[in-house]
């Protein structure tokens, strides 16, 4: 990276007022260099937490756990209520240091502040509705039922490229299931980790001014890397980490919960595939691929990196994403109209570069994909997004780069098409543009998509928090945010009560002793 390393750049001054307005504590050492994608010029230079801190953050958050599961649910609620009004009030100086953060464009990093203000409000009304079934036993005058109860500290270690609001799926239902969290959120952006500890910590304090009790440790940040995301995995008193980020990471993560059998919700890399139809609409399909593909200039875990589409439509599709690619706006992502900001850094950037020198050599044809100059950004790594027509689904194809890159290929038999669609290590999201009532249902039934999120004329970036969020295969399996995903921040407990005299067994089994 091009060393622009003013502690006192206009990025770093904006970053230092933003955190003081949050109220934000730094421990400044340096171990961690935080730079700004936007020019590369240094935001803050952290001390790094090790397993050591780390393991006496968990302490911390275990003791507010055992407080914290006799507050009911309800009240649980209410502090995730007022955690909720607190982003809303602090929504454009957070969105804006996720932008100086990460190099989102502003409605993206606004639009991440408004996932975490929506799942804490899918949080609060799930604080009264964390019921279980009551189930027909075979005994007389008994009863049977479900009870969930909280589970205990919840590990979370999240990636750079949604620096708040992956944190936000989990932590809000954690919260109101009973749960305490320890947060490690990515060596690359632990500002607006720790701006978001400062805005919990005035929900805390609105919290207890009404007279609710919130032990001290309900969230703990701990800013580090390896270690200190090892020290968590490894923690008896961790019963659940949900971990995102790449399936490298989930390779070394994984086994090592498993080893002490303990929960996992992995949240892994994907590679995300939309399939267009002789029948798609093709001025939607346009749009719905061009965000998908170049939002968040292609890091999102959502990004759309294959495009399927049909011969008979290919030459009616293809030139006019081109010449999107061509026109959309590359830039300073804090200014108006730029679409594409920056790489988070020069290692994303060389990534990038090396899968499309190997995609011209499987015999792609390359358009954009060069490092593009902002003026005044000259240490940030921003590139034209690439479009990669390909004769055939194979080489970097079938891996994640996280950078946008999107790989097109014509394709002309449906069942082929839904086997190559599938024909990769990763299931997270996918598409299909089509009016088909057929080919939409294909895509959607059991035999269609094989991953987590299946979507039919929208694009496959992004998500509602409504919906429970993951995918299958290497993206590893776990799910968060909406629908049940509560159920794996909580454990269940089957009861049977007897209410009767005697004591019938069940199966017939006949056991009397005198
Ligand atoms: P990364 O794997 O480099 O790091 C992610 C987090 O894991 C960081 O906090 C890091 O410190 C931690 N980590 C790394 N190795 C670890 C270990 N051995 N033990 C414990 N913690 C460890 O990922 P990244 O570059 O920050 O993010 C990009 C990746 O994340 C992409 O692959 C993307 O697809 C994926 N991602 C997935 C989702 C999802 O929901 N499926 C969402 C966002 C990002």
């Given amino acids: 990276m091009t060393d622009t390393d003013q502690t006192a750049s206009g990025l770093a001054r904006e970053t230092a007022l933003l955190l003081e307005g949050l109220g934000a504590s730094l421990k400044a050492g340096d171990a961690i260099v935080v730079r700004s994608p936007i020019d590369g010029?240094?935001?803050?230079?952290?001390?790094?937490?090790?397993?050591?801190?780390?393991?006496?953050?968990?302490?911390?958050?275990?003791?507010?756990?055992?407080?914290?599961?006799?507050?009911?649910?309800?009240?649980?609620?209410?502090?995730?209520?007022?955690?909720?009004?607190?982003?809303r009030i602090h929504k454009a100086a957070l969105g804006r240091l996720v932008s100086l953060e990460v190099g989102k464009i502003t409605s993206e990093g606004l639009g991440e502040v408004q996932e975490m203000i929506d799942i804490c409000d899918f949080a609060v009304g799930l604080s009264r509705q964390l019921y279980g079934l009551t189930i027909a036993t075979e005994r007389p005058n008994h009863r049977m039922m479900e009870t969930w109860h909280p589970i205990g500290v919840v590990g979370v270690i999240s990636a750079f490229n949604f620096p708040v609001a992956v944190w936000s799926w989990n932590a809000a239902l954690a919260f109101v299931c009973g749960n305490s969290v320890v947060w490690k959120p990515s060596e690359k952006t632990p500002l607006t980790a720790l701006a978001v500890a400062a805005i919990f910590e005035r929900a805390v304090a609105r919290f207890r001014a009404e007279g609710g009790t919130a032990p001290d440790g309900l969230l703990e940040v701990v800013v580090g890397g390896r270690a200190s995301g090892e020290a968590l995995v490894d923690d008896p008193r961790v019963p659940l980490v949900s971990a995102t980020g790449s399936t490298v990471m989930g390779r070394a993560v994984g086994p090592r919960l498993a080893k002490r059998f303990a929960r996992a919700i992995l949240e892994l890399g994907g590679n995300n595939a939309a399939i267009v139809c002789p029948s798609a609409d093709l001025d939607l399909t346009l749009r719905g691929v061009a965000f998908a593909a170049m939002g968040t200039a292609g890091q999102r875990c959502t990004t759309l990196r294959r495009l399927f589409v049909h011969y008979s439509v290919y030459d009616r599709l293809v030139p006019r994403l081109k010449k999107a690619y061509g026109s959309v706006k590359i830039g300073n992502p804090l200014e108006v109209g730029t679409l594409v900001g920056p790489l988070i850094d020069e290692r994303?950037?060389?990534?990038?570069?090396?899968?499309?020198?190997?995609?011209?050599?499987?015999?792609?044809?390359?358009?954009?994909?060069?490092?593009?100059?902002?003026?005044?950004?000259?240490?940030?790594f921003y590139v034209a997004p690439a479009l990669v027509e390909m004769p055939e689904q194979c080489g970097p194809v079938v891996e994640e780069t996280f950078a946008p890159i999107l790989y097109v290929m014509r394709y002309s038999d449906f069942d082929e098409v839904i086997r190559l669609h599938n024909a990769v290590p990763q299931g997270l999201s996918s598409s299909i543009f089509t009016t088909d009532m057929r080919e939409a249902e294909r895509f959607v039934s059991a035999e269609g998509s094989d991953c987590g999120i299946a979507n039919v004329n929208i694009g496959p970036s992004g998500a509602e928090i409504g919906g429970a969020f993951g995918g299958e295969k290497e993206t590893g399996g776990g799910r968060e945010a909406g629908s049940d995903s509560w159920k794996a921040y909580m454990r269940r407990t089957t009861n049977t009560v007897n209410y009767g005299t005697t004591l019938p067994l069940a199966q017939g089994v006949v056991f009397d002793v005198e």
């Fill in 41 to 87: 010029s240094v935001l803050a230079r952290l001390a790094e937490a090790g397993a050591d801190e780390t393991t006496a953050a968990i302490g911390r958050a275990d003791a507010a756990f055992r407080d914290w599961r006799r507050v009911p649910a309800p009240k649980r609620g209410e502090l995730v209520r007022l955690l909720g009004e607190e982003l």
């Fill in 348 to 380: 994303a950037f060389t990534a990038m570069q090396a899968a499309l020198a190997a995609a011209t050599k499987a015999g792609g044809t390359v358009t954009g994909g060069a490092r593009a100059t902002v003026a005044g950004c000259e240490g940030g």
